[in-house]
Structure formats: structure tokens, C-alpha cells
């Protein structure tokens, strides 16, 4: 089976920086991506690792420990936009490379 | 085009009706899924297509019944919904489910309320 942990919210400040944790327990783990949802609407793609280490794509950089079953997804300079739930999720090969969800991270960015 | 569209947005019935949700993308994916989503939960997983064929049935009751009418194209018959079925209902789609690395595009879902 699969366990993925995120904190269930989070608030900073704009123009801030803020990490948000993500850690997993998989049998047989094939990549992990990230994803952002705004209320009520579709979640939409920011990022995808499989290798250790840091991916950075814009203001937005994610990071991973395979050994650690451990993932952050860094956001920079950060805009009212940003508020939003940032979804960590998981490939499993054993579960047919389907995507696994974590509960998300409700992320609201204040003046 | 990266697009992923469903119809309809909105959609209330009553336990005793049939429906459809449809979704449709044109990347050339082969690989559909519906997930749905409760208010404040992560997606679940629902079905998988897979060429045209049912992969994956994550033990879904059977009120649901997907069809694959074609390689764009992505079907969900609702039939005898309960109140709990409430629910955004998403679709996705990938290039395939063999790679790892290929993100699912998701559609801006179909939000059902079922009274």
C-alpha cells in the first residue's frame, strides 16, 4: 500500500519563502510529482521527481530523498495567487504506475 | 493543445436518474482515468483506461459504469446515485501508464450533487 504525509495547512507572508513536506512509504515507487489546486478546480501539474535531488523550475523547486521516502516543494517570492492546496503525489509500480494522493497542503498567502 | 474538457461543469440529479459525465482530450494520450474528489480530500482513483480498455476498477460500485468510446474520448454513466456521491469527479489523462515520468493532465471537473 501506499502513506503519504502532508502538513494539512500552512500560512506565510508575501514575497516569503515556505517549503511544504511531503513524506511516503511505498513499495514500489516510480517518481513523485507535485500539484497545485485552486478551490474548486482542477489540480495542475508543477513538477515531477524521480532521481535524489533538486529540480527547480521558476520560483517553484522540489526536492528528493529516496532513502528518506522524503519530498519538499519550495516556493519563492511568494504571490496571493500562491494560495492555494499543493498536493504531493506518488507512482507506484506495484499499483500499475497509478498516482497516489497525499491529503494535501492548504497553503493561504497573507499581506 | 494540453487541454483536458468535461461536460458538463454542473450537474444535479436525483438518486432515481441516469446521467453521463463526458470528457475529451486531444493530446493523443492513451491513458484516461476518473478520480473522484470530496471537499478538502485528496483525488481518488476510479478507473483506468488503458488503450481503449478498462485497467484499473479501484472496487467502485457498480451505480458507476465507465465507457471508452475511443482513444479521446471518456464517459462515466451514473445510474441510482446515492447523496454521498456528491463529489467533483475529475478526469486525466496521460501518455501512457507504462512511464513513470508522463504528469496526467487533468480536466476542470464535473462538480455533482445528488439529491
Known amino acids: 500500500g501506499q502513506n503519504i504525509d502532508q502538513p494539512t495547512e500552512m500560512t506565510a507572508t508575501e514575497g516569503a519563502i515556505v517549503q511544504i513536506n511531503c513524506t511516503y512509504q511505498t513499495s514500489g515507487f516510480n517518481g513523485l510529482f507535485w500539484y497545485q489546486q485552486h478551490a474548486g478546480e482542477a489540480p495542475t501539474f508543477l513538477s515531477y521527481n524521480v532521481l535524489d535531488g533538486l529540480e527547480e523550475k521558476g520560483r517553484f523547486s522540489s526536492f528528493l530523498s529516496r532513502s528518506k521516502g522524503y519530498s519538499y516543494l519550495l516556493l519563492k517570492e511568494l504571490q496571493m495567487k500562491d494560495s492555494a492546496s499543493y498536493l504531493c503525489a506518488v507512482r507506484d509500480q506495484t499499483g500499475a504506475n497509478n498516482l497516489f494522493f497525499g491529503t494535501g497542503t492548504r497553503l493561504t498567502v497573507i499581506p | 493543445d494540453t487541454e483536458v474538457t468535461q461536460t458538463p461543469k454542473h450537474l444535479v440529479m436525483g438518486m432515481t436518474n441516469k446521467k453521463s459525465l463526458k470528457c475529451e482530450q486531444h493530446?493523443?494520450?492513451?491513458?484516461m482515468y476518473w478520480y473522484k474528489q470530496k471537499a478538502k480530500k485528496p483525488p481518488e482513483l476510479m478507473f483506468v483506461y488503458s488503450y481503449e480498455k478498462l485497467s484499473i476498477n479501484e472496487s467502485v460500485p457498480s451505480r458507476f459504469s465507465p465507457e471508452c468510446p475511443n482513444s479521446s474520448l471518456l464517459n462515466l454513466h451514473l445510474h441510482a446515485l446515492q447523496p454521498e456521491d456528491s463529489a467533483l469527479y475529475l478526469c486525466a489523462s496521460s501518455q501512457d501508464i507504462t512511464s513513470g515520468s508522463y504528469e496526467q493532465y487533468f480536466g476542470p471537473g464535473t462538480r455533482l450533487t445528488v439529491t
Open positions: 493530446m493523443g494520450h492513451r491513458a
